[in-house]
């Protein structure tokens, strides 16, 4: 028999030697549940993960239905604990009905392909999320991508297919530099010309809105005619999972066409149970939406103040400029070594090529916490 002489995963290799070079390596970094390290990277916004009602609804929904969902939403996977979240999350956040399934990212996939098509078009923003994109490509869609944030853009690309299906989708609030999206504009050009919008309310949800409700509750549009919604159970929830959330025969059209909810495993009870006990608290303590913007715009204001180039956060992100790649590693490090976890995001992961440090704000931070956060990324960031 003939001998192989190449390595089929040499390629692996010479991949990660350029990842290397660009200083791109990403690496695994294991936490300890007692961490002492002050955090805003994480999208805890409400600071609700350790929440002791939240982690007893986890803990009490594991002992009751298991570890796992046991199966498919369609076979087995679908308890009375996750028709219940649906029902909740529908109605707090304005909806008809809503579908959960295993993450945010597999409801912005479900949504996007189930809701686009060969015969359509998708409009989609050029700043949004990675599994918006991913999606589109799946769903073998036209696909139109336009300049962030512009309806005008938006409008015209509608205008230039008058005959087609359309489905244009955004993120309510950008996860790099925490800007929101023009929602009534964008809806109002969707109106014009016959086509849905599909919102990502990912950084909306538990921040934006009526004691939280989203994005497009702030927007007026929760539950409007031709609007569907994402989100993640994952963010201001604590937990883990996602949502869409629209009129029925939306949701029920992905029931039935959506492959990461037919083909996935149904989200573990106690993600389910946590996801609930969540929003129990969000309605009994609907001041945690405002307190998370507060701490967002103060963090803002001072690093502003001492000179830094910081986006105006419009929810619980703050984007702070680095000058360099490099310089946005070293300012990362230097924060982690003084006592604060921040994110550090860098070509190609930003499109427009700036490097930056990225803070989230938590409703839970206490103004001391604050202080301590700002003071150290003042005294960390790059000189010259």
Not at 51 to 61: L, N
Not at 338 to 363: E, K, M
Request: proline share 5%; aromatic share 4%.
């Amino acid at each position: 028999m003939p001998q192989a002489t190449q390595d089929p995963f040499g390629w692996i290799d010479d991949e990660a030697r350029r990842r290397e070079r660009a200083g791109l390596v990403r690496t695994l970094r294991p936490r300890t549940a007692d961490s002492p390290l002050l955090d805003l990277a994480s999208n805890d916004y409400l600071g609700l993960t350790r929440r002791p009602e939240v982690t007893a609804g986890a803990a009490d929904a594991a002992r009751r239905w298991g570890a796992g969902a046991t199966g498919s939403r369609l076979v087995t996977g679908t308890t009375a604990l996750h028709a219940e979240l649906e029902r909740e999350l529908a109605a707090f956040c304005g909806f008809e009905a809503a579908l959960v399934l295993s993450s945010g990212y597999a409801a912005n996939l479900a949504a996007v392909t189930a809701l686009g098509g060969r015969d359509a078009l998708v409009v989609s923003d050029a700043g949004n999320h990675a599994s918006i994109v991913d999606g589109c490509r799946l769903a073998r869609a036209e696909t139109a991508v336009v300049p962030h944030a512009d309806p005008d853009a938006v409008r015209k690309t509608l205008g230039a297919h008058p005959d087609r299906r359309a489905l244009v989708v955004t993120d309510s609030v950008f996860s790099v530099d925490g800007d929101a999206a023009p929602l009534p504009a964008l809806a109002a050009a969707c109106r014009e010309h016959g086509a849905a919008l599909l919102v990502d309310d990912a950084h909306g949800l538990g921040v934006l809105g009526d004691g939280g409700r989203g994005a497009l509750d702030a927007a007026g549009l929760a539950g409007a005619t031709g609007v569907v919604a994402t989100l993640t159970l994952s963010k201001s929830l604590g937990s883990q999972g996602g949502a869409v959330l629209g009129p029925a025969r939306v949701i029920e059209h992905l029931v039935n066409t959506a492959r990461t909810f037919i083909f996935d495993t149904g989200l573990a009870p106690a993600a389910a149970g946590g996801a609930l006990a969540a929003l129990g608290v969000l309605r009994r303590e609907p001041e945690l939406a405002g307190r998370a913007r507060e701490v967002a715009a103060v963090l803002h204001r001072r690093l502003t103040d001492a000179g830094l180039t910081a986006a105006r956060p419009d929810a619980a992100v703050v984007s702070v400029q680095a000058p360099s790649p490099e310089a946005a590693l070293r300012w990362a490090a230097d924060c982690r070594t003084a006592g604060l976890v921040v994110g550090c995001f860098r070509p190609p992961s930003v499109p427009d090529g700036i490097s930056r440090i990225r803070l989230t704000a938590r409703a839970d931070l206490t103004a001391r916490q604050v202080d301590t956060a700002a003071a150290t990324i003042i005294a960390s960031a790059p000189r010259g």
